[in-house]
């Protein structure tokens, strides 16, 4: 079992940045990978970007790409998502999630995760 904790979320300008955080209370954080996933108001929830244990291998959604970047310290359990240039449309509330691999892969599907945060809003002023 593993619990995270998100916060970060904020109202920002089109252009601004703003970086999340997600604390994993786990003494294994090493056997997850994690992943950042986003809901806007009626819509469903959608991969944003996701990480490997190590932190080597990363995947993003296209719309992000350049722009989000996912890291993690595993020496403080935390797992991070710096949003640069950001724009209206990443209005959302954002979701870390866990999953246990033993493998050295991410993952970017939402049922591919069994552990989530409560989420934090994000909203981007145009």
């Known amino acids: 079992q593993v619990q995270l904790v998100e916060s970060g979320g904020a109202l920002v300008q089109a252009g601004g940045s703003l970086r999340l955080s997600c604390v994993a209370s786990?003494?294994?954080?090493?056997?997850?990978?994690m992943g950042w996933f986003r809901q806007a108001p009626g819509k469903e929830r959608e991969f944003v970007a996701a990480i490997d244990w190590s932190g080597e291998k990363t995947h993003y959604i296209g719309s992000v790409k350049g722009r989000f970047d996912i890291s993690r310290d595993n020496a403080k359990n935390t797992l991070y998502l710096q949003m640069d240039s950001l724009k209206p449309e990443d209005t959302a509330d954002y979701y870390c999630a866990a999953t246990e691999d033993y493998s050295g892969t991410y993952y970017v599907g939402v049922y591919e995760y069994d552990f989530w945060g409560q989420g934090t809003q994000v909203t981007v002023s145009s």
């Open positions: 786990t003494r294994s954080f090493t056997t997850y990978a």
